[in-house]
């Protein structure tokens, strides 16, 4: 069953600075994700070296359900009217696992909020259109002693004894803003692995925000068959120009169907092939 977010989830995101959602992926989407990542960030029986406390990959994955999962209607939807505009950009995520002995809250880790890493321009407390939406998705359960992240509401301020741990349900997402104050918790267990796979938008126009940018991987052939695969909408999010845009000329078109092989399907460029 598909899960809506609410003027609920709104609300709440909006006085708490986090939303928990459970079960937001449909169970078939959450399995093929699970076995990607696992074949990305291997489960702890796997691992070889287990000195390893914590691991991680970044888009463009080679796993292309997990690409493709970013292209997210709802999620779109719901941070298109949380930043107040259609336009907004994908800003790059990751894929995280913590095996046991990660050490986080209340041993190491300490509350922080990702606009000092994401963004030029200090938090502002009267726009939150200046801020991102991120959205972090656990692909399997994640009980107490898992390092679940811990989120603080906006009146708790940065007091992590008073945080709600996102403890969930595979499958689950904790949507929260740039300005949220978290940390994850201490990996207590002796076995098992705790994935994050999460990504953000953020407005398109506000260029001074984003951990990292992805002009650099037009050649990488994950990022090239994920392209080539989007509608021209889609690609908006991932900072191409839009259908009308001058740049698409016949000898453009035909050198973007070279580069992301399945570019020119769409009618709406089909169109601008016409262009001299």
Known sequence: MKVVLTDAHFETLKRDSYVIVHNFLPEVQRMGMVGAIRRLLPPWEELEDKTVTSDSTYFPYPEQCLNQAIVNPEAIRFARQW??????HYRPGLAMVR?????GFPDSGKPHMDNGNNSLLPPSQSNRHHGQLNFWFYLEDVDEDQAPTHLVKTSDGQDLSRAEKFVAPGGSVAIFTNYN?????DYCREDGQRYVWKFAFGRADHYWEGALHYT???RNPHFQEFIGSLTT????LFRFPPVGHPYYTKQTLEALEEQYPGWNRDQAYKIHREIP
């Open 233 to 236: 909408k889609e690609r908006e």
């Open 181 to 185: 104050w978290h940390s994850a918790g």
């Open 216 to 218: 650099s991987v037009g």
């Open 83 to 88: 930043l107040g505009t259609e336009h907004i």
């Open 99 to 103: 095996y046991p002995g990660f050490k």
